[in-house]
C-alpha cells in the first residue's frame, strides 16, 4: 500500500507524497468478476468481516446475521487522492489485521467503510477486517 502511494504521488505532477493518503471504495463485485487491474491503485479481495454484517446492494456495513461469525467481503478498490481534509467522520475506520488474534503485530491499516450507524457502535461491537480466519 505504501509503494502505491508512492507510485501514484509520481504519476501525478505536483503532488507531494506527504498529502497523499490512502482512500477506498468496497466494489460490489467478487473476484471473479474483475478482469483486469484497476486504472490507478490496488483491488484487495480475500478479506473476512468480523463482528458485522454487509449489506452488498447499498455496499454498507449492518447488524451481523445470527451465527455467522465471518463474512467474505466483495473486492475492496484502495487508491490515493491528494488531500489534506480529514476522513468523513460519519465513515467506520475498520481496522485490518491478518489474524484473528488482534495485536498490533498482525495490525495492516484501516479501510473506511459506510454504514448507517455512528462509527462508535462498531467500534463498541469489535468491528475488523481479517485476511485470515484460522
Not at 5 to 33: C, M, Y
Not at 124 to 131: K, N, S, V
Amino acid at each position: 500500500l505504501t509503494a502505491m502511494r508512492q507510485e501514484v504521488a509520481r504519476a501525478h505532477k505536483g503532488w507531494a507524497l506527504d498529502s497523499v493518503v490512502i482512500h477506498n471504495d468496497v466494489t460490489r463485485t467478487n473476484k471473479e468478476d474483475i478482469t483486469g487491474p484497476p486504472q490507478e491503485g490496488v483491488y484487495i479481495y480475500g478479506l473476512f468481516l468480523d463482528g458485522g454484517g454487509w449489506d452488498r446492494r447499498n455496499s454498507r456495513l449492518v447488524e451481523p446475521t445470527p451465527k455467522v461469525l465471518y463474512v467474505n467481503m466483495p473486492v475492496v478498490h484502495v487508491y490515493a487522492i491528494n488531500t489534506k481534509e480529514g476522513k468523513d467522520p460519519k465513515l467506520y475506520p475498520c481496522p485490518v489485521y491478518k489474524k484473528p488474534n488482534r495485536t498490533d503485530l498482525t495490525y495492516i491499516t484501516a479501510l473506511y467503510l459506510k454504514s448507517n450507524q455512528h462509527p462508535d457502535h462498531w467500534i463498541l461491537r469489535g468491528t475488523a477486517l481479517l485476511c485470515d480466519i484460522k
